[in-house]
């Protein structure tokens, strides 16, 4: 674990969708894409390489159940995995869902429209989401 490492930290700002041993999958903050989560090692490694066999086979459980439950949830049209770990140097898959149309939730629209073309993220103040969408997008997870 390194001390200055936010996604070593115990605690997270939303909340946590599901644990595994080697993984925790996390709602992200930023929902510029609706249901857009991400599946962090627990343990600290800066590099994909790094990974252990058993790390890269529960990583793929964890990329089917949190995929499967996003599509029940929202039916995005497409998906974007992604290890960035640019600003978080911790080994993290985002998971964004891609959307052809417009979705509704928690009284917030969301659109994506970039889609079909690549990817951009937003970190604007727009994508933050508000603490009743964070909660939403958890329920229809299948959280608390």
Known sequence: MSEDCFLCRARFETPVLRESRLWVTVINWNQ?????????????????????????TELWGEVIWVTERA????????????????????VHLHVIPRYAGTRELAGAEFTDPD??????????????????????????????
Do not use: C
């Open 32 to 56: 510029d894409r609706l249901g857009k989560t991400f599946i962090a090692l627990r343990r600290h490694e800066e590099n994909v390489i790094g990974l252990t066999p058993e790390e890269w």
């Open 71 to 90: 599509q029940q949830a929202f039916a995005p049209d497409h998906f974007n995995y992604s290890f960035l770990m640019n600003q978080d140097r911790h």
């Open 115 to 144: 889609y079909p073309d690549a990817y951009r993220a937003s970190l604007s103040p727009a994508g933050i989401a508000s603490p009743e969408v964070i909660t939403a997008v958890g329920a229809a997870f299948g959280g608390s």
